[in-house]
């Protein structure tokens, strides 16, 4: 099951220099003057590394090597004026490879809750602190440079602010990212922590880390657990309905499966008054269902089974679907489900996925940082439509169509071709032996 993309940085933020930032130029020990006519008198020199061999470069004498500075400073190497492309690619590096700053920053305002304090009006660290017993300053700190990249405002009392951006912090708007903030900032960014082990072996990252599976910890760890399902609820919270376009035909019995506390379902029934539908998924994943199907007025046509789509799936149903579920796993893992989903169809069963569909070349950056994340967590993958469409086909499933979504959750649309197949899968893309 994904989570949602960070809302894009606001735009036009203009970000000082970090001080601990490594200097632009290159520095090397200055070789002895007869090397070239190297000035001497100075411990260091600047020269560029974009040229030919020591000897010839050298040579060149010390006009060139002061281009060559110029060069390395990034200005200009004829007028002496900063190269402005140049200082913004610089800085983009520099951006995106501190980016574990604001991600922290973030956590401990969702953690807090800051945003949802500062509903009644501006407040001052000092004010805040106090209420939430943390140290002052520090707590200044983090709001500020929030507000530097604009998910907070301050005035010049000191006071902050909710902006646009920081309005989806708060847990009680739609389309809330304080969850996922907060999810983000815990389990995952120590996960990631081992990318490079992955990377090395191909062992996931969360396992190395932790000792155990990411399902296996959250069962163990119900606060953990509450948090992460809290940001699955938060991703299918949506005023429209989910199978947008998905023609069910006259089918009246829908299956959920790893729904959660239902929001995806519930939504879907409201659309469509003549269907009933199954939820089915762990026990620690339905705790708030109850009170949310009640809540939105469909527990007399909803039905609530427990248990893991890994053993099997419940039966009755000619709708099946899976929403954010197959990209958690590797293709033999969720070889596993699709066949179960298989064997408990009808012959004119349909199955819809809400999954991403990556394109095959050039995919957006969203879709490229979530296929990374589920590599890490579970070893799962993000897949293209021809990935997809191999898998199912060796489920015993057809892809008819895919229907284009938002945020990473596209519909793909599969209906049951003759048997289930019984080949062991494939050696591509599968989970290590310490996954199975």
Not at 119 to 127: F, I, L, T, Y
Not at 299 to 328: K, N, Q, W
Request: charged share 25%.
């Amino acid at each position: 099951m994904a989570v949602n993309e960070m809302p894009r940085p606001a735009k036009n933020m203009n970000h000082a220099r970090d001080p601990t930032a490594p200097n632009r130029s290159v520095r090397i020990p200055s070789l002895p003057a007869d090397r070239g006519g190297v000035e001497q008198g100075t411990t260091e020199d600047t020269r560029s590394v974009n040229e030919g061999p020591a000897a010839a470069r050298l040579g060149a004498g010390a006009s060139e090597t002061k281009l060559s500075r110029r060069r390395m400073e990034g200005c200009d190497p004829r007028s002496g004026v900063p190269d402005r492309e140049d200082e913004a690619a610089r800085d983009r590096l520099y951006l995106l490879a501190s980016g574990f700053r604001m991600t922290q920053a973030l956590y401990v305002a969702a953690k807090l809750g800051i945003a949802d304090r500062l509903v009644r009006g501006p407040q001052d660290a000092q004010s805040l602190a106090g209420e939430l017993n943390v140290h002052p300053d520090s707590l200044f700190r983090v709001l500020r440079a929030l507000a530097a990249v604009g998910v907070f405002t301050v005035d010049p009392q000191g006071r902050f602010a909710l902006s646009p951006v920081g309005e989806y912090l708060r847990s009680d708007v739609q389309d809330s990212l304080a969850a996922f903030a907060t999810f983000q900032g815990e389990e995952p960014y120590a996960a990631f922590g081992d990318l490079l082990h992955t990377v090395r072996t191909g062992e996931t990252a969360f396992d190395h880390r932790y000792g155990m599976g990411h399902f296996d910890y959250l069962a163990r760890h119900p606060e953990a657990g509450v948090t992460f399902h809290r940001t699955m609820a938060a991703g299918h919270a949506s005023d429209g309905d989910p199978l947008e376009g998905c023609d069910l035909g006259d089918r009246r019995v829908l299956v959920d499966i790893g729904g959660g506390r239902g929001a995806l379902l519930a939504a879907v029934l409201l659309h469509r008054p003549t269907l009933r539908g199954v939820l089915f998924d762990v026990p620690v994943a339905l705790v708030d269902a109850p009170a949310f199907l009640e809540a939105a007025h469909v527990t007399d046509r909803c039905e609530i089974r427990t248990g893991s789509a890994f053993d099997a799936v419940p039966s009755g149903g000619d709708v099946y679907v899976l929403s954010r579920i197959l990209h958690d796993w590797p293709d033999d893992r969720a070889l596993q489900l699709l066949r179960n989903c298989r064997a408990a169809m009808p012959p004119g069963g349909l199955l819809i996925l809400l999954e991403g569909v990556l394109p095959e070349t050039a995919p957006p950056p969203t879709r490229v940082q979530l296929d990374l994340m589920m590599m890490v967590m579970n070893g799962g993958r993000e897949r293209t439509e021809a990935e997809w469409r191999r898998l199912l086909g060796r489920a015993g499933f057809a892809l008819d169509r895919v229907l284009p979504g938002r945020r990473n959750q596209d519909r793909i649309l599969a209906s049951p071709s003759g048997v289930v197949p019984g080949e062991a899968p494939g050696p591509e893309h599968r989970s290590p032996p310490e996954d199975r």
